[in-house]
């Protein structure tokens, strides 16, 4: 069995190295926000809970889908690093942005998410020369990583994918050493609606839904909303493609993460919440899927 856990938006906080003119933008908006309610919401005590949790579950790998920041700043992304750096070793750990990591274009011109979880972002395929999408393939699994997020420029926390990203994306999951494994495709902004208006939805869901028809996956995993959530897709021959997003780990009350279970294409979602006293508790397990991929070995 192949245990992958799923770890999404801790919203790590960190101003250390941070100058005044850093905030001259839109962080000064959103550092308001973490003085006022978010530090509130968010409980970084919560976090050191949730990292002993993992240890103590020794999961074969873990996945990160964004959010490890607040404000884009380098001081949140190196205390979200020191916490990943005593959960696993850099081969059993992926990481990929979210829109609060792409909070301001500066820093996403800069590179400077990247190059902090370079080596989080190893791998043995990539779609192209750019950073994105990009696969780690473990055994009879393939860690297929997307990143939705863009620097909006306004109070919207909305993704996109882009044209030139797709196209690289459905040639990595057709590409033959990916396409026979077992194939989890992480990104940050859930793949269908899951909130009214477009300010925090996916613009180019509809495109990675027919991306996905015509190429199929095993297994969508996101991130964003800061709940549980479950979708379908459909796959290339009808089959349903599951889409899990979980809950926020550090969101106070509702401290969460997901371990998925897999014994050949089986998948079993089995999901952990804090239990108020410093641990974690099962609160529900879902058998996903319970054979092969039609057409497939």
């Known amino acids: 069995m192949f245990r992958l856990a799923h770890v999404t938006d801790p919203h790590f906080r960190g101003f250390a190295g941070a100058r005044p003119w850093d905030f001259f933008n839109k962080r000064a908006l959103g550092t308001l926000n973490i003085l006022v309610s978010r530090r509130r919401k968010h409980r970084m005590e919560l976090l050191e809970d949730l990292g002993r949790d993992l240890r103590a579950r020794a999961a074969d790998h873990l996945a990160l889908t964004g959010d490890l920041g607040n404000v884009a700043l380098e001081g949140e992304w190196l205390a979200a690093r020191a916490w990943i750096e005593a959960c696993g070793a850099p081969q059993a750990v992926t990481v990929i942005p979210g829109n609060h990591d792409t909070y301001v274009e500066s820093a996403v011109v800069a590179g400077t998410f990247e190059r902090i979880f370079a080596p989080y972002q190893t791998a043995e395929l990539r779609g192209g020369p750019q950073t994105y999408p990009f696969a780690r393939l473990r055994g009879d699994l393939a860690l297929v990583a ?49 909130k009214r208006g477009e300010d925090h939805n996916l613009r180019d869901r509809a495109d990675l839904v027919a991306l996905l028809r015509k190429t199929g996956a095993d297994l969508v995993l996101h ?38 279970e897999i014994e050949g294409r089986a998948i079993t979602a089995v999901t952990y919440a804090h239990d108020g006293s410093g641990g974690f508790k099962e609160e529900g397990r879902e058998l996903l899927t319970t054979s092969a991929t039609p057409g497939r070995s």
């Not at 089959?239 to 998925?260: D, K, L």
């Open 223 to 260: 991130g964003h909303d800061h709940r549980d959530e479950r979708a379908t897709l459909e796959g290339p021959s009808g089959e349903g493609i599951p889409v899990v997003g979980a809950g926020s780990a550090s969101y106070a009350r509702a401290s969460r993460y997901n371990v998925y």
């Open 146 to 194: 997307v990143n939705t997020c863009v620097p909006t420029g306004d109070t919207g926390a909305w993704g996109r994918i882009g044209s030139d990203q797709m196209m690289r994306l459905e040639a990595l999951l057709t590409e033959p050493e990916v396409a026979r494994r077992l194939r989890v495709v992480l990104l940050h902004h859930p793949p269908v609606r899951q």
